[in-house]
């Protein structure tokens, strides 16, 4: 499989999308891909899903291969739920929802990080 999503810092991301030519810039609405989840601050680049992500390091980005990750759960199911629990200080009641699992990369041939020198 190929590299089919990257995921840039929020200053690369919109470095990226300053250095587009506005000319190279064309907008797609997929049925399918991130923006079917929702996301809107994606765009897309000779077939790649280019996107931004709060929880990437500063200067970093990443290019993954969708097909070539899997998640191992380490429990018996999925997600587990907690609550509802009545906060009495926000006077609001809250919930719990927590996974444990792993991500299993089957080859770093088909993943890369990006990061700028000096």
């Known amino acids: 499989d190929q590299i089919d999503m990257v995921?840039?810092?929020?200053?690369?991301?919109?470095?990226?999308?300053?250095?587009?030519?506005?000319?190279e810039r064309?907008?797609?609405?997929r049925t399918n891909g991130l923006r079917s989840y929702g996301f809107t601050?994606?765009?897309?680049?000779?077939g790649?899903?280019?996107s931004s992500e709060n929880s990437?390091?500063?200067?970093?980005?990443?290019?993954?291969a969708v097909g070539?990750?899997?998640?191992?759960?380490?429990?018996?199911?999925?997600m587990n739920s907690e609550g509802p629990f009545y906060d009495?200080?926000?006077?609001?009641y809250r919930y719990v929802v927590s996974t444990l699992g792993n991500l299993k990369f089957k080859s770093p041939r088909n993943f890369f990080?990006?990061?700028?020198?000096?």
Request: aromatic share 6%; hydrophobic share 45%.
């Open 7 to 23: 995921l840039l810092d929020r200053r690369l991301f919109i470095d990226f999308l300053n250095t587009l030519d506005s000319k």
């Open 26 to 29: 064309v907008i797609v609405s």
């Open 41 to 46: 601050d994606v765009f897309e680049l000779d």
């Open 48 to 50: 790649v899903e280019i």
């Open 56 to 64: 990437v390091p500063a200067n970093t980005g990443y290019g993954i």
């Open 68 to 78: 070539n990750v899997e998640l191992l759960c380490m429990e018996g199911q999925l």
């Open 88 to 92: 009495e200080i926000t006077q609001q």
């Open 113 to 118: 990080k990006l990061t700028t020198l000096a």
